[in-house]
C-alpha cells in the first residue's frame, strides 16, 4: 500500500464519487482498499461505508464515501 494509493483515493472521494474495492482495482490498481481507508480515518477524514448487493445476488460489499465533503 503506497501513500500514492491514500492520495488517489481521497481525490476521488473529495470530487464526490463513491469507491468500491473493484472500482479502486481499476482505477488505481489498488488492491488493498479497506487499509486505504482505515488510514484515511486515521487521519481524522470523515469516510461512511454502504453495503450493496454483489451483482450475482450473493453477499454484499462496501462501497466508500467522504461524507459531507466541500470543496
Known sequence: MSEN???KVLAHL???KTLSQA???NLF???RLS???K???NARHDIVT???PNLNGKGSHARYELK???A
Open 14 to 16: 473529495k470530487n464526490g
Open 23 to 25: 472500482e479502486a482495482i
Open 35 to 37: 487499509a486505504v481507508i
Open 29 to 31: 490498481d489498488c488492491y
Open 68 to 70: 459531507e465533503w466541500q
Open 39 to 41: 488510514r484515511l480515518r
Open 5 to 7: 494509493h491514500q492520495a
Open 50 to 52: 454502504h453495503s450493496e
